[in-house]
């Protein structure tokens, strides 16, 4: 009996698993890539730019990917390529960390890369344990997306003030979630 | 270098904060030493990220009073240490169970306490009649300005007139001003005749009507926006409307204010690729404010929110609403101590105020105040029924 659906041909099948195969990839590797990418463009703007740029050679280049193989690595030489053009075409501006450095970025990238999904779950929860204070320069910093000194400006404290107390919230954030993913993981 | 300099680098540098050129060597020399090293500072760029994601997508909630966020004295001295950071937790079974018990006690009468007052306060608040009236409106009430056939031809748009001088509707302190190189226009749609097959208002003129068969009330006609570059159009409000507790010496929006503003809204199609944009203003974009419409940073040309903050567009939000379809947009503006807080509906049901969490788009905006509306146009969008005031019912009057 029929199913009255005409046949999806083979080659049809096999470009819709290699998308759902680059789509499932991505979404694993996102979060890991924007990381390492902000090491080498620290404004938020331009690293999501260039995460974005990262995701369409991902895509026009996906057909050279060996599926036999991780695929953070291989996502991640595509990243290094965007950065140096991205630092070609602004020249004047300086690269702080590139060559060496960012190499043992990329190795630890993909050393953690189990890890993250705790992380994530655990500096979730550790938010919820901040001061309204830690909160609210938070919120100043990542969510209204102010600069150091525009913080110290609405609250009424100094730039080296804001950029100490903020280090120390990150800090004291890395510190919490160790905490809560050792007993998970224990 | 210890790791905990390193980290604070990584800060700096993540920060905005220029290393020198020392800070750079000793901080790639420290990555490369060990992997443990180059893990440490991967673990600190993914906290970074991480919190840029998820506070983009919503704020940290502010638990208690905001007077513990006022520094005391002389802040410089004694940056937080990481106990004072975290709310300290009592692990469990050191508190005493008389003790517990009696604070249980105590958190259920205030509890008790809290419930009936908030109780009278909304008994209260229900009682008092509500502000049903538009502090400022505009219907475009105006006689339809001509222009040269055909309408879409960027080239023969006005230069001069449109809604230069115009004067009507209530609760402004000036007519409208154009200071583009090109204007704004009323245009009669019932007596349009030349529709460019791509434009996608001729259907039917600026209107919105809910599920439930309520009306939006409106009057006269409507305004246009330029084709090609660019109309400037703005208006000052006049603040003396408004209640004295909604505003400040630097214009509306005093903290504890809410203020809403509505309008309909609909572009000659739906793309804002190449620049084609066409936005409602408060505030300004070289200091501070808040924008809603189609957007060049959004080329899907999407109704679009943001927030302004020194020349940069700060928590871009996008609906999935095009720009290409009528419109009837409604903001609510909740002035706060530092950044405010904006939430936008899009043709929300009109029977009673809509809920927060049902909001289209919902960001916070720079600390800003305002005391003028600004329509800048790139590309032709019809907009209608603009009113700004103190509730969801003034600003959505139903026929």
Request: proline share 6%; aromatic share 8%; net charge neutral.
């Amino acid at each position: 009996m029929s199913s009255g659906m005409d046949p999806i041909p083979d080659q049809a099948l096999t470009v819709a698993r290699s998308r759902a195969l680059l789509a499932r990839n991505w979404g694993n590797v996102q979060a890991s890539l924007l990381a390492f990418i902000t090491a080498s463009a620290p404004q938020f703007s331009d690293a999501e730019d260039l995460l974005q740029e990262v995701a369409v050679e991902v895509a026009v280049r996906f057909d050279d990917y060996d599926p036999s193989r991780p695929f953070l690595p291989w996502a991640l030489w595509i990243a290094k390529i965007k950065l140096a053009e991205f630092y070609r075409s602004r020249q004047r501006r300086e690269v702080i960390l590139m060559g060496e450095s960012m190499d043992a970025l990329a190795e630890a990238c993909v050393n953690v890369q189990e890890t993250l999904s705790d992380e994530q779950f655990a500096i979730e929860k550790c938010l919820d344990r901040l001061t309204d204070r830690s909160r609210e320069m938070l919120n100043l910093r990542y969510s209204v997306g102010l600069s150091c000194s525009q913080i110290g400006a609405q609250l009424g404290m100094s730039v080296g003030y804001v950029r100490v107390a903020l280090s120390r919230i990150r800090t004291t954030l890395t510190e919490c979630a160790q905490a809560v993913v050792k007993p998970r993981s224990a | 270098m210890r790791e905990q300099e390193a980290l604070e680098l990584i800060d700096a540098h993540l920060d905005d904060d220029c290393l020198t050129d020392q800070q750079v060597e000793e901080l790639s020399a420290w990555l490369k030493e060990n992997p443990q090293h180059a893990e440490r500072a991967y673990h600190r760029l993914f906290l970074h990220t991480f919190l840029r994601r998820r506070l983009q997508a919503q704020r940290l909630p502010i638990l208690s009073t905001r007077t513990d966020l006022v520094p005391q004295g002389p802040v410089d001295v004694a940056p937080p240490t990481s106990t004072e950071l975290l709310i300290p937790q009592a692990p469990a079974g050191l508190v005493p169970a008389r003790k517990t018990y009696r604070r249980r006690r105590i958190l259920l009468a205030s509890g008790i306490i809290v419930a009936v007052a908030v109780t009278w306060l909304s008994l209260m608040l229900s009682s008092a009649p509500p502000v049903a009236m538009a502090d400022a409106y505009d219907g475009f009430d105006y006689p339809a300005t001509s222009i040269p056939a055909p309408a879409t031809d960027a080239r023969t748009w006005p230069t001069t007139g449109g809604l230069n001088g115009l004067a009507g509707g209530t609760g402004w302190a000036e007519p409208w001003q154009e200071s583009g190189p090109k204007v704004a226009v009323i245009v009669d749609h019932a007596r349009e005749l030349n529709w460019d097959p791509k434009d996608m208002r001729k259907f039917k003129p600026l209107a919105h009507s809910d599920a439930k068969g309520n009306v939006l009330q409106s009057t006269g006609l409507q305004m246009r926006t330029a084709m090609g570059p660019r109309s400037l159009t703005s208006r000052k409000l006049d603040l003396t409307t408004f209640p004295t507790s909604f505003r400040d010496e630097s214009g509306l929006g005093k903290d504890g204010a809410v203020v809403w503003f509505s309008f309909l809204a609909q572009s000659f199609n739906s793309t804002a690729e190449k620049n084609r944009f066409t936005y409602f203003q408060v505030g300004s974009r070289e200091v501070s404010g808040f924008r809603l419409g189609k957007v060049g940073a959004a080329p899907s040309g999407n109704w679009t929110a943001m927030g302004l903050l020194t020349g940069g567009q700060v928590n871009l939000r996008s609906s999935t609403v095009p720009s290409g379809e009528m419109a009837f947009m409604v903001t609510r503006l909740e002035f706060r101590p530092g950044p405010e807080d904006a939430a936008v509906w899009i043709n929300p049901s009109l029977a009673a105020e809509p809920r927060l969490a049902e909001a289209t788009l919902r960001l916070s905006v720079p600390d800003f105040r305002f005391d003028r509306i600004t329509i800048n146009a790139n590309y032709s969008t019809d907009i209608d029924e603009v009113r700004i005031g103190q509730s969801f019912r003034a600003v959505a009057p139903i026929k």
